[in-house]
Every structure is written in structure tokens, then in C-alpha cells.
Nanobody, 124 residues
């Protein structure tokens, strides 16, 4: 059974940082590209970033505007999203997802496994 365990979310003040983690069991993440998405209240889910099996990174829209960085540790079977200089508008539920094939990133297609999401709230 494939399971993602997301962690690292929480309440942070504007300007602060968080690092989200997405650990997998029952799935060898090294074979998949991993995407990060978020969904704010009342809004559609939007892509943030993606990292391929070779470590190639892609960032979508103005998400993060250079403030977010995706990375992966294939030995630990974990992927990360480092988020710096957080703003209130970054408040959302953040999801990781595994994409096949893993050599290419995409903002929306071919994601086959999804995490349960972790809440990030940016507020003073």
C-alpha cells in the first residue's frame, strides 16, 4: 500500500520559513518526479514546483517567486519543499504528488499518487 506522510506544516509569522517533507512508504520515490501543489480556501489547487528523478527543478506561475525550493533525498525516500519569506497569501493546504514518468515535470498531468496534505498558515 502506497502512503505519503507529509509533515512540516504549521503556523508561521510573515517573513518566516518552513520546510515541508513528504516521505513515502510502499513507493520508491526515486523513480518518480515529485510535484508540490497547494490549495487555499475557496480556490482551486495550483502547482508550485516539481523535481524530476534527476533533480531537475521546475517552478510554476509566480508561486514562491524564488522563495520556494524543491529538493529530494532518494536515500531517505523523502522530498522537501523549503519555503522562505512566507506571506499570508501562502496560507493553504500543501500537497506532494508522485508523477510517472519521472524524467519530466508537469504542472498538472500524470500524477498518480497524492499525499494527504499539510496545513500551512502564515499569520501574525
Amino acid at each position: 500500500q502506497v502512503q505519503f506522510v507529509e509533515s512540516g506544516g504549521g503556523l508561521v509569522q510573515p517573513g518566516g520559513s518552513l520546510r515541508l517533507s513528504c516521505a513515502a512508504s510502499g513507493l520508491h520515490l526515486a523513480a518518480y518526479a515529485i510535484g508540490w501543489f497547494r490549495q487555499a480556501p475557496g480556490k482551486e489547487r495550483e502547482p508550485i514546483a516539481c523535481i524530476t528523478i534527476n533533480g531537475g527543478e521546475g517552478y510554476y506561475g509566480d508561486s514562491g517567486e524564488g522563495r520556494f525550493t524543491a529538493s529530494r533525498d532518494n536515500v531517505e525516500n523523502t522530498v522537501y519543499l523549503q519555503m522562505n519569506s512566507l506571506k499570508p497569501e501562502d496560507t493553504a493546504i500543501y500537497y506532494c504528488a508522485a508523477r510517472w514518468p519521472g524524467t519530466v515535470c508537469s504542472p498538472s498531468s500524470s500524477y498518480v499518487y497524492w499525499g494527504q496534505g499539510t496545513q500551512v498558515t502564515v499569520s501574525s
